[in-house]
T-cell receptor
Framework: GAVVSQHPSRVICKSGTSVKIECRSL??????MFWYRQFPKQSLMLMAT?????????EQGVEKDKFLINHASLTLSTLTVTSAHPEDSSFYIC??????????FGPGTRLTVT | QKEVEQDPGPLSVPEGAIVSLNCTYS??????FMWYRQYSRKGPELLMY????GNKEDGRFTAQVDKSSKYISLFIRDSQPSDSATYLC???????????FGSGTRLSIRP
């Protein structure tokens, strides 16, 4: 069964509004979670590493003020897309390591900004 | 040059065929190698996870890693239409380093 969940699975919002996406590890704790973005027919691009109890680490070119990450607990990380624009429309996926080093991915959140 | 190269396909084979998917990489520090399967509009699903060189088998899937050639493969035996998906290779160095993904190969199994 699923080991990482995401909510919502799909969201449509108006340009200029903010959207929050939740990522939860199920039945295990994750001090680190990862957020990816995926455009159609392209691979996953790492956006940031979410760290429980400390600031997230952002990849080069990712605006930290636009993509706010909060690792609220050992099982929950949130990604907030602030002042969303149509170019932010994408598939957002989180992942978390469980047990050893294996990364498990959430089902993804499809964001459409109109 | 990308750190990880993967033929994007699409690759179309008849049901029952053996499928071979491959990736090459340039960073000799990579130690952990993964294969993920991703269905359309879904998150990637971990299929195989290997450390260093060697083979690993799980049901119809076999993963091979040749670190000397910087080449990894995924073989699917007795392919089924339900195997139709995009397959992503992925790899990283230490347990703390980020995962680098290939671009993914789109696979279609014809009934």
């Amino acid at each position: 069964g699923a080991v990482v969940s995401q909510h919502p699975s799909r969201v449509i919002c108006k340009s200029g509004t903010s959207v929050k996406i939740e990522c939860r590890s199920l039945d295990f704790q994750a001090t680190t979670m990862f957020w990816y973005r995926q455009f159609p027919k392209q691979s996953l691009m790492l956006m940031a590493t979410s760290n429980e109890g400390s600031k997230a680490t952002y990849e080069q070119g990712v605006e930290k003020d636009k993509f706010l990450i909060n690792h609220a607990s050992l099982t929950l990380s949130t990604l907030t897309v602030t002042s969303a624009h149509p170019e932010d429309s994408s598939f957002y996926i989180c992942s978390a390591p469980r047990g050893g080093d294996e990364q498990y991915f959430g089902p993804g959140t499809r964001l459409t900004v109109t | 040059q990308k750190e990880v190269e993967q033929d994007p396909g699409p690759l179309s084979v008849p049901e029952g065929a053996i499928v071979s998917l491959n990736c090459t990489y340039s960073n000799s520090a990579f130690q952990y190698f993964m294969w993920y399967r991703q269905y359309s509009r879904k998150g990637p699903e971990l299929l195989m996870y290997t450390y260093s060189s060697g083979n690993k088998e799980d049901g119809r899937f076999t993963a091979q890693v040749d670190k000397s050639s910087k080449y990894i493969s995924l073989f699917i035996r007795d392919s089924q239409p339900s195997d139709s998906a995009t397959y992503l290779c992925a790899m990283r160095g230490s347990s703390a380093s980020k995962i680098i993904f290939g671009s993914g190969t789109r696979l279609s199994i014809r009934p």
